[in-house]
């Protein structure tokens, strides 16, 4: 158990409202991350984390923001979400010794 | 666009049969890793190959790495249900600071 918890693990929401997913670890792990997983897309990294206040954009950043104000959060916001954000949106942490991540069990987001 | 893309993209073998993977990805890689999913689950890291690795192994999981071909190959050996998942390989590429980014997946099944 790598103690990473996501919240919330479901939520519906409309077009248009504010949405902030919540991604926790007990480990102290220096890199977070946060990735959308859609039919035929795969994982892509929205944004990552490389200590508190370090982020960086992923391949899909546009219309989200992280921030990452103490070592044991990772938040991911959506302005304003649209429908094209329904997804199941995934934290993991890297390993610090092992390079390998672990994975949350994910937040299923639906904007309608 | 993803680094990692694996080949096929899904594979239907009898159980007891070996089942095998491919990835390829565009640049240098200071890794490169497996992964598995379950059906409505976070994934679960399988197997990490270095860029000097060119083999390694983790019980019925082979994993090779040609990094002149930029290309990964997992191979699971006597399959079983079990196994019934989805695969992703992953990459860390080199001077990305640890930006992980991964396939679209294959889709394994494995007929009992």
């Known amino acids: 158990d790598a103690g990473i918890t996501q919240s919330p693990r479901h939520k519906v929401t409309e077009t248009g409202t504010p949405v902030t997913l919540r991604c926790h670890q007990t480990?102290?792990?220096?890199?977070m991350y946060w990735y959308r997983q859609d039919p035929g897309h795969g994982l892509r990294l929205i944004h990552y984390?490389?200590?508190?206040?370090?982020?960086d954009k992923g391949e899909v950043s546009d219309g989200y923001s992280v921030s990452r104000s103490k070592t044991e959060d990772f938040l991911l916001t959506l302005e304003s979400a649209t429908s094209s954000q329904t997804s199941v949106y995934f934290c993991?942490?890297?390993?610090?010794?092992?390079?390998?991540?672990?994975f949350g069990e994910g937040s299923r987001l639906t904007v309608l | 666009s993803q680094q990692g893309e694996e080949d096929p993209q899904a594979l239907s073998i009898q159980e007891g049969e070996n089942a095998t993977m491919n990835c390829s990805y565009k640049t240098s890689i200071n890794n490169l890793q497996w992964y598995r999913q379950n059906s409505g689950r976070g994934l679960v890291h399988l197997i990490l190959?270095?860029?000097?690795?060119r083999e390694k192994h983790s019980g019925r999981l082979r994993v090779t790495l040609d990094t002149s071909k930029k290309s990964s190959s997992l191979l699971i050996t006597a399959s079983r249900a079990a196994d019934t998942a989805s695969y992703f390989c992953a990459t860390d590429p080199t001077g990305a600071n640890s930006k992980l980014t991964f396939g679209k997946g294959i889709t394994l099944s494995v007929r009992p």
């Open positions: 190959i270095r860029s000097n690795e």
């Open positions: 984390s490389y200590g508190v206040k370090d982020t």
């Open positions: 993991a942490i890297k390993g610090s010794d092992t390079g390998e991540l672990f």
């Open positions: 480990e102290n792990h220096r890199y």
